[in-house]
Nanobody, 128 residues
Framework: QVQLVESGGGLVQAGGSLRLSCAAT????????MGWFRQAPGKECEFVAA???????????EYADFVKGRFTISRDNAKNTVYLQMNSLKPEDTAVYYC??????????????????WGQGTQVTVSS
């Protein structure tokens, strides 16, 4: 059974930074694709970033247009943890952020329906 536990959310002023963490159980974390999604009140779940395995410990990072240049996804395989560094936060970034795991090659990184395990979410609130 895989478990994903997010942490690092909170309240921050516009322009500030937060780093979200997602700790995963399981022995083969390194060769799975990991993603971050978010959902704001009254809105659909949307793709934020993905870190996809390309073999031989190579990974490909991709981002939603609205976070490019501000957010960075990374992972530490020794800690079974994926991170989302969020800089220059805006009030519109306010949402519950979820991490998720996707089996490599299944569907697309940007589609939440292609992920098979999800964390419980962590609230990010950006004040203006």
């Amino acid at each position: 059974q895989v478990q994903l536990v997010e942490s690092g959310g909170g309240l921050v002023q516009a322009g500030g930074s937060l780093r979200l963490s997602c700790a995963a159980t399981g022995r083969t974390f390194s060769n799975y694709d990991m993603g971050w999604f978010r959902q704001a009140p009254g809105k659909e779940c949307e793709f934020v970033a993905a870190h996809s395995w390309r073999g031989d410990f190579r990974y490909y990072a991709e981002y939603a247009d609205f976070v490019k240049g501000r957010f960075t996804i990374s992972r530490d395989n020794a800690k079974n943890t994926v991170y989302l560094q969020m800089n220059s936060l805006k009030p519109e970034d306010t949402a519950v952020y979820y991490c998720a795991r996707r089996t490599t090659g299944r569907g697309t990184a940007r589609s939440y329906s292609d992920y098979d395990y999800w964390g419980q979410g962590t609230q990010v609130t950006v004040s203006s």
